[in-house]
């Protein structure tokens, strides 16, 4: 009976040891990015910055369906860019203070995530990729048509506003501030949802959906929550972006966009947590290095992706944290 009971605490205390430090660890990179986070603008161009915040919140969206679920969707672009336009007009047209229209581009992006994922997540595969890239392309030609978007010169001149009525974003560095916030609270908020037993539940779907189907979980029902907060997180992007850049054009929503997102999380690492963020860096850094060659730009990127397709299967992270034994 002792040798039992001693043989079990051993067992749980060595379960439990990994655990704590693996909880320090993520609890060191994230004081890494929060502290690279505010140094940042201090060192680069603040717009540039607020371009890599965004994107890599959109690219955390992604993976959030991509590497916790397995769903590859091509249509990510929708959200984020109607997102865009919603907030724009909200600020341009109505008048809106800056974080009432993130937060109705939010709103919007998820309704359109819910309608969609309703339909999507009944398939799996290629079939779901497909589902996504036909109501994208539906978004796409929408905002081309509509009135209130201005068709392809888009919606121009979106006034930054005053932050709750008080503080004037016309500074890049107060509207850096807000979108450095915004950011961290979105990666807080992700965070939280990967490692609690919700985002367990989503991988352990992934790892085996008819195992998770005996057991009495809802999967649809998970898929399609999952969705629609990846939904919502892009909307969070795209609102930011389109406040930041005083723009919200058919770039934002255009079926290429979402290719450039998948491109992101396979650099960084799919699956992992922080790889999105390095996707991003990388592939805005590429984009702004690079736009004096024009359509080389897309030819670099194209070659970017095939050295990390075959030399780093994993994503840079992902293959770090296996050489270090390490989970980003």
Known sequence: ????????????????????????????????????????????YPLFVIKVLCFALFALSLNLMLGNLGLLSFGHAAYFGLSSYAAAHAAKVWGLTPELAILFGIV???????????????????????????FAQMIFFFCLQASFTGGEDGIQGVPRGKLFGLMSLESDLSMYALVAVLFLLALLALYRITHSPFGQTLRAIRDNEARAVSLGFRVNGYKWLTFVLAAGLAGIAGGMKAISFQLASLT??????????????????MGTFFGPIIGAI???????????????VTIVQGLVFMVCILAFRKGLLGTMGDLLHRRF
């Open 1 to 44: 009976m002792t040798t039992s009971f001693r043989e079990n605490h051993a067992m749980s205390s060595s379960a439990v040891q990994p655990r704590l430090g693996m909880g320090a660890f993520h609890g060191l990179v994230m004081l890494l990015v929060v502290a690279a986070v505010v140094v940042a603008p201090f060192l680069a």
């Open 282 to 296: 990388l592939v805005v850094w590429m984009q702004n290095e690079l736009a004096a060659f024009g359509a080389w």
């Open 108 to 134: 919007v992006a998820m309704l359109l995530g819910a309608a969609i994922g309703v339909l999507a997540v009944r398939r799996q595969g290629i079939y779901f990729a497909m589902i996504t890239l036909a």
């Open 252 to 269: 934002d929503v255009y079926w290429g966009m979402s290719g450039e997102v998948v491109l992101m999380v396979l650099i960084g690492g």
